[in-house]
């Protein structure tokens, strides 16, 4: 507890603060991934550089892969328009690396001629388990090269990582035999040891050279082979990519209604994209279920690997099992053929329920089967589905020649506005009996925003992308910094949305409304690129009779991330998905250089203290304290009422080398003018080192109006001082 002395030559009482807790002991801050790059150049199937980069496997009528394709017989088409074709060529990675004669000097990026496969397991019966490891094993027996690099994920619930990317045969087997055989409490506690390992390389790979063969061998589980890879670098460089594609799965699932296949898979084409040339995913799975509430997503996935030049291949684990598959399928459509039957003859009657719900009915009976849908990921990304066989290794054969052999080209399109439509691509060979294996198309998203992005997501793109930004409604944002760190400081961004100006669709035969509001968020370096996404769709539905409540209310939106020192902008749009009316912000971050001495976060006007359970997601949040989350006020007037209160929330960050204890002073102005001031006494710190101050005291004493606060902290001979603003209103 602390104290707050009222300094007025007519006031002289002393206030105690009710403290929300009398100590604060939060979970440390988690470790995050290093420094994010900027997207190579000559990376993937992007619209990065006004260059689109596909690849093409071509096979003759035996499935033999044909090596001496020209550039004039081939023809690449996008959303039906014929496109020139700049660059094209064969590519062989069948070889290992090796020094090319007369290099001297020259450094060459180890990563460009290593083939790169991820192995996914989704969750199998015990039938489908051992077909899925046979074949895994297989390809490993027979086709890992020295420049042939493998990691191995499982989804079960969501994306875990057992195993990072490797030739180490060893490695790899045990991780395949722990994903087929294994549980979802192995699988996370595997996960969790080998992103520890993966965060401590890519810190030390940030150093140079030295440190990123340290890095490498820091791994422990498997870090790319040193010959293979060419440098320890490189292991650096892949766990770092690997760090963010776990990092990005969990924001996925706790940013949306989490389907682990679909996001799982996502997330693993967003960061892959850092690595040039073409990549490999081989999904294991008893098929692909996609309900029309994520067809979008899928599509989006879709988008990401052929944007990261990820080709998935899909393997159906559940071999000749799956005659019946299209029962389902079947069946569905067979029951709507009498509902089309009504609406095409034109018969005379009231509309029912079945015949409203046809056209989503035969959507979802179409995706009801799941091996079609796994089908479509593969042959959408430039790969294939293995299915209805009990015999896999003719399919893993094809794999294994796709991974090393295949040809890549290039064009710029025509269409070069990024307004968030897909964008169809097709490859057509003039030489007869050839077929091809292309990807389907990808999203046309601005360069900054990475391969990745949802549907609801499109729109509010476009709106940061537009001159003005928009401005329909209003809505607040600020930004929060807390503790430091080697790879940057924590930084909370809040957004407070009124939704009176929200539009609701009401539903007066079924007593409900509906509505929906999205959010999204861009932390962009000082050159312009995203170095963090955020967002949110909130689907907003209730009861017809409290839709002027829901009016009446607003959503708080708050995310953490972590930032290197560095000048950044925030970008943040609010969508109104009814109306598609949008509101957008710009702010500045600054992120100053580290200083030794004691320190300070930012001091927060507190709105309210939710509980949250104590195996919440969010539970290393900044904000969050003893099974509380702090909710930031952001500028709402607070009513002076007889139990009016303000309450404020702040982290003091003690040096430890220094032997005097912290000393905090607060003062409270109007107009300029102290009007209030205290020298609250400290707790120790807590197990992490830290001293956090929750605590309020009654407004009535404060006359309405705008007012600041001022935190100083000081301990020897440093100090910090932070301020924060609040309004009193009667």
Known sequence: MFRILISSLLLQAVIPLVAIAPTLRGAPAPPQAATPRRPDASQTIQAVTEEVLPDVVVRDKKGRGISDLKAEE?????DGVKQQIKAFRFVDKSGVLAPQPGAGEVQVD??????????????????ARQAARQAATDLLNKELRENMLVAVFTIDQRLYILQQFTNDRKLLKDAIEQATRGNYTQFAAQSAAIEKDLRAATSEGAAGQASSDAAAASLGRGAPAGAAMGSGFAAAKMAEMTVAILQFSRQLQQSQEGYGSIYGLMALMKDQGRLVGRKTLIYFAEGLTVPPNLVEQFRSTISAANRANVSIYAVDARGLSTGGLNDATRQGLMDLSSVSKGQIFGESHAVTREEA???????ASLRANVQGTMADLATSTGGFLISDTNDFRIGMQHVAEDIRTYYELSYTPTAREYDGRFRRIMVKASRPGVTLQTRSGYFALP?????AALPYEMPMLAALNSTPLPREFEYRVETFHFGRHKEGVDQTVAMR????SFTFTEDPKNKVYRGRVSLLGLVKDAEGAVVHKISQNYPLEGPLQSVEARKNGNIIFARNFRLPPGRYTLETVALDQESKKASARRVVILVPPDKPGV????????RSAETVAADDADREDPLRYEGKKIIPNLNEPIGQSANGQLSLFFVIYPNPGEYEKPQLALQFLKDGEVVAQALPELQAPDPEGRVPCVGSLPLSTFKPGQYEVRAVVRQGMTGAEERAFFTVSP
């Not at 320190?599 to 507190?606: D, H, I, N, Q, W």
């Open 497 to 500: 949305i009124p939704l009176s």
């Open 110 to 127: 180890p990563l460009r001629h290593v083939n790169l496969v991820t192995l996914v397991f989704e969750r199998l019966d015990v039938q």
């Open 599 to 606: 320190s300070l976060s930012s001091v927060a006007v507190v």
């Open 357 to 363: 719900m046809s056209g989503e009915s035969a959507e």
């Open 74 to 78: 081939l023809e690449v088409f996008e």
């Open 447 to 451: 360069p900054s925003v990475g391969p």
